[in-house]
T-cell receptor, first 117, second 112 residues
Framework: DAGVIQSPRHEVTEMGQEVTLRCKPI?????LFWYRQTMMRGLELLIY????????DSGMPEDRFSAKMPNASFSTLKIQPSEPRDSAVYFC???????????????FGPGTRLTVL | GENVEQHPSTLSVQEGDSAVIKCTYS??????FPWYKQELGKRPQLIID?????GEKKDQRIAVTLNKTAKHFSLHITETQPEDSAVYFC???????????FGAGTRLFVKA
């Protein structure tokens, strides 16, 4: 298995532009997480999905952020319009969790380093 | 909501010494406690985890202890090596919710 795949690996854009980050979870995993990592705020959970359904988006900082998971093998995180303070590394992670069961290891993708000028 | 506090934020040890990182959590229902290691420029990767029905778990030079009464858990690394230098994150989650709350991280430096 190739692990969690994220694209692009690096993104440089100008303030006001739309940014779309993509993630392909490990095949068979039913939970998907989006995190943002900065020096100041550490590793923050933005949103997570279970069986393609958004469960908790309380970590999404603003309405400029949105995430979708149209099927079990693909998810996007979109920022529109982007701002310089959105500059961070965005990680996608997936895991296999059974409803009502204890949680399991999250496998992280390589991350997307976003720079908004 | 759940909160996980991690100490220290930075830890510097001499090669061969032991390193201990401590975390406390707030939600008594938490029952899964993973530890992740993140090397510079890389992704976080699980190194060890413990569930609430176990008090201690060991994997070679790494061990984790859990005290549910006090709501704290610790990572112990013995015989540290330069390649142990990284940022270590503790985390907590509970059954019925897949949300994992991470600590702020500990940057470990192992001096050769």
């Amino acid at each position: 298995d190739a692990g969690v795949i994220q694209s692009p690996r690096h993104e440089v854009t100008e303030m006001g532009q739309e940014v779309t980050l993509r993630c392909k979870p490990i095949s068979g995993h039913n939970s998907l997480f989006w995190y943002r990592q900065t020096m100041m705020r550490g590793l923050e959970l933005l949103i997570y999905f279970n069986n393609n359904v958004p469960i908790d988006d309380s970590g999404m900082p603003e309405d400029r952020f949105s995430a979708k998971m149209p099927n079990a093998s693909f998810s996007t995180l979109k920022i529109q319009p982007s701002e310089p303070r959105d500059s961070a590394v965005y990680f996608c992670a997936s895991s296999s969790n059974l409803a009502g069961g204890t949680n399991n290891e999250q496998f992280f993708g390589p991350g997307t380093r976003l720079t908004v000028l | 909501g759940e909160n996980v506090e991690q100490h220290p934020s930075t830890l510097s040890v001499q090669e061969g010494d032991s390193a201990v990182i401590k975390c406390t959590y707030s939600d008594s229902a938490s029952n899964y406690f993973p530890w992740y290691k993140q090397e510079l420029g890389k992704r976080p990767q699980l190194i060890i985890d413990i569930r609430s029905n176990v008090g201690e778990k060991k994997d070679q030079r790494i061990a984790v202890t859990l005290n549910k009464t006090a709501k704290h858990f610790s990572l112990h690394i013995t015989e540290t090596q330069p390649e142990d230098s990284a940022v270590y994150f503790c985390a907590a989650s509970k059954t019925g919710g897949f949300k994992t709350i991470f600590g702020a991280g500990t940057r470990l430096f192992v001096k050769a």
